[in-house]
Structure formats: structure tokens, C-alpha cells
């Protein structure tokens, strides 16, 4: 009888869930990102200063270039990481330039570093990896 009941401990045990709380995860497609921007370009222009973002062709919906340093550049899906399979779950970049915005559900979202600032989006804006080397900014995932 002992036994049996330490099997059912153990078995009860091993089958126990290790995590409960699920991380809410964003149903945006991936799509193949290669480009590249020549920040001298005039067409970037407010790429050249701290704090300067651009509207770039690529990813699912485009992307949301946002200079954070001199050497530093966040690049981020325009498409809302909540219901983002609706047709209106876009972002824009507000005009404070500090953050970006779906009118469609009204989520909002930090340009540092892609955090939601205002729900209902539960998950950051997708991120694209970049590289500088001072003239070309590649942005890649």
C-alpha cells in the first residue's frame, strides 16, 4: 500500500504542469526582411538625429524605423500585435515621435524599445535585428 501511494505522489508529481501562466504570443506571419538604408539618402532625412524615424518598405505591414542613439536603431512590424489579422491593425507613429499607435484598437507602444504602453495588445511590436556601420543601415531578421 505504501507503494502504491508513493507511485501516485510520483506520478502526480511528474505530470504536475511546470508553468501555469501562459505568455500571450503575437499571431503576426514572419516574413523574409532584407534591406537596406543608406541614412544619407534625403529620403531619410529624419533618420540622421536622435529620435528621427522613417516609414520603410518590408516585413508583413512595412516597417517602423526610430533612430534611439547615434549608433543605435530599433526596427520594428507595423502590424499590431493585437487581432492583427484584422485589416486596420496597422501602426503609426504619433506625432510626439516617441511612440506608435493602432487606431484600430487603440493600443499604443513605446519606440525605445517596442513595449505596450496601452492595452488591450498584450505583446510588444514584433522586432527586426539591425546592424550600422555609419552610413548603411541593414535591417534583417
Known sequence: MRYLCA????SFIFFLPV???KEAQSAIPDANVDVY???NNPSYISLTGVGGWAY????????IVYRKTADEFMSYERNCTFQSTDACATVIVDKN?????????GSQFLLTDGSVLKTPAAVPLKQYRNTFDGNVLHIYN
Open 56 to 63: 520603410v518598405n518590408g516585413g508583413v505591414r512595412g516597417i
Open 7 to 10: 507511485f501516485f505522489l510520483i
Open 97 to 105: 515621435a516617441i511612440m506608435a499607435s493602432d487606431s484600430c484598437c
Open 37 to 39: 538604408i543608406y541614412i
Open 19 to 21: 508553468g501555469c501562466k
